[in-house]
């Protein structure tokens, strides 16, 4: 399987540089050192310049590290994001600046350009997580809550490590942004889960007749996703979110 390209990278602003340069550091990796600011189109055409060079000096590293990932440090942003839940990928560049972080969006070509350094960069990026998960989940579930006939009283998206999702007594369902990394069928199995709160406030063996008589195969779902973090397409960096 070939390795996506680009690789993850950083364009870092430097004063005493000259010109643009391509370097791969030992604990920053994959870095364009510019004395000038950069375009996200602009810093990809870079690296596509430089392809045949970067190739070959990874593949160099990989021969001598026997684990790959040790090529990049863990708080390296990613270059690509995948999203089973929704069946998308999206490109991330990373601007490294000295000015405030910023996050540009752009739907139409799936690409997401962050500027800045440290916390604030990754803080900007659970916000758009939160908020796509809002805009792709919450319709989906009041959609079944309406096919269903739920009593959904409302309905929101949190960052929740511990539980996908929750229901409330007044009727209220929050949602885990990490849904977005299970697979859609997973998915679609806890906003039935949740919304079937709505009528059984328990894990009671009714809960569980009422919640497989909805959607069927729901107990094999159940089990299937108790360690679902621990899969491949959860990524190592989204502990750092």
């Given at each position: 399987?070939?390795?996506?390209?680009?690789?993850?990278?950083q364009?870092?602003?430097?004063?005493?540089?000259?010109?643009?340069?391509?370097?791969?550091?030992?604990?920053?990796?994959?870095?364009?050192?510019?004395?000038?600011?950069?375009?996200?189109?602009q810093?990809?055409?870079?690296?596509?310049?430089?392809?045949?060079?970067?190739?070959?000096?990874?593949?160099?590293?990989?021969?001598?590290?026997?684990?790959?990932?040790?090529?990049?440090?863990?708080?390296?942003?990613?270059?690509?994001?995948?999203?089973?839940?929704?069946?998308?990928?999206?490109?991330?560049?990373?601007?490294?600046?000295?000015?405030?972080?910023?996050?540009?969006?752009?739907?139409?070509?799936?690409?997401?350009?962050?500027?800045?350094?440290?916390?604030?960069?990754?803080?900007?990026?659970?916000?758009?997580?939160?908020?796509?998960?809002?805009?792709?989940?919450?319709?989906a579930?009041?959609?079944?809550?309406?096919?269903?006939?739920?009593?959904?009283?409302?309905?929101?998206?949190?960052?929740?490590?511990?539980?996908?999702?929750?229901?409330?007594?007044?009727?209220?369902?929050?949602?885990?942004?990490?849904?977005?990394?299970?697979?859609?069928?997973?998915?679609?199995?806890?906003?039935?889960?949740?919304?079937?709160?709505?009528?059984?406030?328990?894990?009671?063996?009714?809960?569980w007749?009422?919640?497989?008589?909805?959607?069927?195969?729901?107990?094999?779902?159940?089990?299937g996703?108790?360690?679902?973090?621990?899969?491949?397409?959860?990524?190592?960096?989204?502990?750092?979110?």
């Amino acid at each position: 399987m070939p390795e996506p390209w680009p690789p993850p990278f950083q364009v870092r602003l430097s004063q005493r540089a000259k010109r643009i340069l391509v370097s791969i550091h030992p604990q920053r990796g994959l870095e364009i050192v510019t004395p000038k600011r950069l375009s996200a189109h602009q810093a990809l055409g870079i690296i596509q310049q430089h392809r045949a060079w970067i190739d070959a000096r990874l593949h160099a590293r990989q021969a001598h590290l026997p684990d790959a990932d040790a090529i990049w440090p863990e708080h390296q942003l990613p270059a690509h994001i995948h999203l089973p839940a929704l069946d998308e990928h999206w490109q991330l560049v990373h601007l490294a600046t000295t000015t405030r972080a910023q996050l540009h969006i752009d739907p139409a070509q799936r690409q997401l350009s962050l500027r800045g350094e440290g916390e604030q960069i990754w803080s900007l990026l659970q916000r758009w997580f939160i908020a796509h998960a809002k805009a792709q989940l919450l319709p989906a579930l009041h959609q079944l809550a309406e096919i269903h006939n739920d009593p959904l009283q409302g309905s929101g998206i949190r960052w929740n490590h511990t539980r996908w999702g929750s229901c409330s007594r007044a009727g209220r369902i929050n949602l885990s942004a990490r849904l977005l990394w299970l697979e859609p069928a997973e998915m679609n199995y806890v906003l039935h889960h949740e919304l079937n709160h709505l009528h059984h406030f328990n894990h009671s063996p009714a809960f569980w007749q009422a919640l497989e008589a909805r959607l069927p195969g729901a107990l094999l779902l159940d089990r299937g996703i108790r360690h679902a973090e621990r899969r491949a397409s959860f990524p190592a960096w989204l502990r750092l979110v």
